[in-house]
C-alpha cells in the first residue's frame, strides 16, 4: 500500500539500550524527517534527510543516529536509550505538505 | 530562529465558527502550514499560505499577514470531529543543508461541545 509506515509502533525498553525505529515510504519522495513530539514542546525535528546518503542534523539531534542507504527507508536508533528520550517519534516524507507516519510511541524506564 | 505562539487551548460549540490564530517571528519566511492532530494520530496538512490573504477549502479557511506576522484558522459549521489539535508550522530560510526550516508551534488542542 501506499504511505509512510513506521515500525515498532509501541516499544518499551530500558535505560542504556539500543533501539532502532523504522520508516518506509512508498511515494520516492527525496526529504524524510524525524520528529518527536513531546507535551508543552510541539513537534521538534531530530534529524533530515534530502536524498540517499545524505543527512543533516535538527533542532534536537544528540543521542540520536540515522542513516539512508536508500531512498524509501530512513531509521532512527538510540544508541543509548535515556529516560528523556521517551516520547513520540513521527517519520515524514514531503518537500512541502508533509505526510506524516502514525507514530512510534517510545517508554525508557 | 523562529518562534511561533498559538493558544493552548479552545472551547467551541457545535454549528459554530472558530478562529485559531498564529503569530509568529521569523529569520527568513517561505510559508505557513496548518496541521490537524486527533488525539493518539498523526497531524495531517489542511492549509498553505505564502502570501498574504485568505485561502478557503470546504469549511476551513487560512488567512496570512506577512507584515504582521500573523495567521490564522478559521473552521465553519463546527462538527464534533473537528476536535483536535491544530499545528501552525512556519517554513523559514534555509539551513546550512539547503533545506528550507519548517518549525512547529506547539498546538492549539480546540474542544467542540455539543
Known amino acids: 500500500d501506499a504511505g509512510i509506515t513506521q515500525s515498532p509502533r509501541y516499544k518499551i525498553t530500558e535505560t542504556g539500550r539500543q533501539v532502532t525505529l523504522m520508516c518506509h515510504q512508498t511515494?520516492?519522495?527525496?526529504?524524510m524527517f524525524w520528529y518527536r513530539q513531546d507535551l508543552g514542546h510541539g513537534l521538534r525535528l531530530i534529524y533530515y534527510?534530502?536524498?540517499?546518503?545524505?543527512?543533516d542534523k535538527g533542532e534536537v539531534p544528540d543521542g540520536y543516529v540515522v542513516s539512508r542507504s536508500k531512498t524509501e527507508n530512513f531509521p532512527l536508533t538510540l544508541e543509548s536509550a535515556t529516560r528523556s528520550q521517551t516520547s513520540v517519534y513521527f517519520c515524514?516524507?514531503?518537500?512541502?505538505?508533509?505526510?506524516f507516519g502514525e507514530g512510534s510511541r517510545l517508554t525508557v524506564l | 530562529g523562529q518562534n511561533i505562539d498559538q493558544p493552548t487551548e479552545m472551547t467551541a460549540t457545535e454549528g459554530a465558527i472558530v478562529q485559531i490564530n498564529c503569530t509568529y517571528q521569523?529569520?527568513?519566511?517561505?510559508?505557513l502550514f496548518w496541521y490537524q492532530q486527533h488525539a493518539g494520530e498523526a497531524p495531517t496538512f489542511l492549509s498553505y499560505?505564502?502570501?498574504?490573504g485568505l485561502e478557503e477549502k470546504g469549511r476551513f479557511s487560512s488567512f496570512l499577514s506577512r507584515s504582521k506576522g500573523y495567521s490564522y484558522l478559521l473552521l465553519k459549521e463546527l462538527q464534533m470531529k473537528d476536535s483536535a489539535s491544530y499545528l501552525c508550522?512556519?517554513?523559514?530560510?534555509?539551513?546550512?543543508?539547503?533545506?528550507?526550516?519548517?518549525?512547529f508551534g506547539t498546538g492549539t488542542k480546540l474542544q467542540v461541545i455539543p
Open positions: 515524514a516524507s514531503g518537500t512541502g505538505e508533509l505526510f
Open positions: 499560505n505564502v502570501l498574504d
Open positions: 511515494w520516492s519522495h527525496s526529504y
Open positions: 521569523t529569520s527568513g519566511f517561505n510559508g
Open positions: 534527510s534530502a536524498a540517499a546518503d545524505i543527512t
Open positions: 508550522a512556519v517554513r523559514g530560510e534555509r539551513d546550512s543543508g539547503g533545506y528550507q526550516k519548517v518549525t
